[in-house]
């Protein structure tokens, strides 16, 4: 380091040196000091390194290899048993150029050695590169917690905009619907999300959305999408319009290449039905009262890529009857002989459930991707069943 160059968190290190021979000592400490370093502490035997050990918290320690009593290499390796020090590095003084003693010592834990009688600019050069390491390990440990205490800020924000387990009991209570539902990403945060709204006494709006991609990208542009669907909107009652309403915002919106699937109904029990426009959504699937299942056309332009108007159709939907929203997390993730779930084998799964309370039908389903997959999912899982009980 240079006169009147800023003291940097390099020289500002710890070092602790170990070493029975008090020459060899003052010439270690004299040659770092030299150099710029400041936090050196030096002991005489192993046996004080390791009494001393917590209270100096090193950087980096030289340890001397052949010392009286506690020699070098069994300090090194009960260092090594102390899980703060395990990435500390270890320089060891040697006189000797024995390959095995030197094989014995990096068993033991040593990362480098210095060579006695010293050289100055040797032991300046090795000090100096393996600091750098253990700062650059430090910074990347550093943010390596920032960054997983900030997804899973993430991930807790993201499962507000999720429907919590007291509204979907008051849509039990006041609507007579019983819903369950499951969402699992594949990394802390995801673009998957479903909702729901009630827009009049018997008309309640469900949504279920998939963004392309995974991770923080999915996950901000979920977030901006759902701002939108909380909006009032006048179109909201018409799936159709809602859906070319929410095409247009996302227009302007995304950047090009992103989009999203989605699926907007809107249940009425007055009437008994399901109005519904769906945007390249899975095909969602109705479990009727008695035990038939069928399947509803899911396609459409994805959202967000061109100018596009949606279609409102609408589907018989009377007590007993139970609709199933997923992503196609559940029918394109391949087992190990590369084989998805068929649309037949969720029609048989579902069919199965019949008059099966909604966290039942869930369970059922999610058992049987379980069975399925041979390896953790790749993609995000969304499953919402909505049930009209009798």
């Not at 095995?100 to 006695?116: C, H, I, L, T």
């Not at 979920?222 to 909380?230: C, G």
């Amino acid at each position: 380091m240079s006169v009147g160059e800023p003291v940097s968190e390099l020289y500002q290190s710890t070092i602790l040196i170990v070493d029975d021979d008090a020459i060899s000592r003052f010439l270690i400490e004299k040659t770092l000091k030299d150099r710029g370093f400041s936090q050196i502490y030096s002991v005489d035997s192993g046996v004080k390194a390791m009494t001393q050990l917590d209270r100096i918290q090193p950087d980096l320690i030289i340890l001397d290899i052949f010392m009286v009593g506690l020699n070098g290499l069994d300090c090194c390796k009960w260092i090594r048993t102390q899980s703060k020090q395990k990435n500390m590095p270890i320089l060891m003084l040697t006189s000797l150029t024995d390959e095995k003693m030197r094989f014995q010592a990096f068993e033991a834990g040593a990362s480098d050695f210095v060579n006695k009688p010293l050289h100055s600019e040797e032991l300046y050069a090795r000090v100096k590169v393996h600091l750098e390491n253990r700062l650059a390990m430090k910074s990347l440990e550093r943010y390596k917690k920032r960054l997983e205490l900030e997804l899973k800020s993430a991930s807790e924000l993201q499962s507000t905009i999720l429907p919590s387990e007291m509204e979907m009991e008051e849509m039990r209570k006041n609507c007579k619907l019983d819903i369950a539902a499951h969402l699992n990403t594949s990394s802390e945060i995801g673009g998957d999300f479903w909702g729901m709204k009630r827009l009049f006494p018997h008309q309640t709006a469900f949504w279920m959305v998939d963004f392309s991609g995974h991770g923080v990208t999915a996950a901000l542009n979920a977030f901006r999408l759902q701002a939108y669907i909380m909006e009032h909107s006048e179109c909201a009652a018409r799936p159709g319009d809602y859906l070319s309403h929410l095409n247009d915002k996302l227009l302007h919106l995304l950047i090009r290449g992103y989009f999203a699937t989605m699926f907007y109904g809107i249940l009425d029990t007055k009437g008994n039905k399901l109005h519904y426009a769906c945007a390249c959504s899975p095909h969602p699937l109705i479990l009727r009262k008695n035990g038939n299942v069928e399947m509803i056309d899911g396609t459409g332009a994805p959202l967000g890529i061109c100018l596009q108007f949606y279609e409102t159709k609408s589907i018989d939907f009377k007590p007993g009857d139970t609709f199933m929203l997923y992503s196609d997390a559940l029918t394109e993730t391949p087992n190990a002989s590369g084989k998805c779930i068929s649309e037949e084998e969720m029609k048989t799964v579902l069919a199965g459930q019949k008059n099966e309370p909604a966290l039942k039908m869930k369970e059922s389903m999610l058992n049987h991707f379980s069975r399925h997959i041979s390896l953790p999912a790749e993609d995000d899982l969304s499953l919402t069943f909505i049930r009209r009980m009798d």
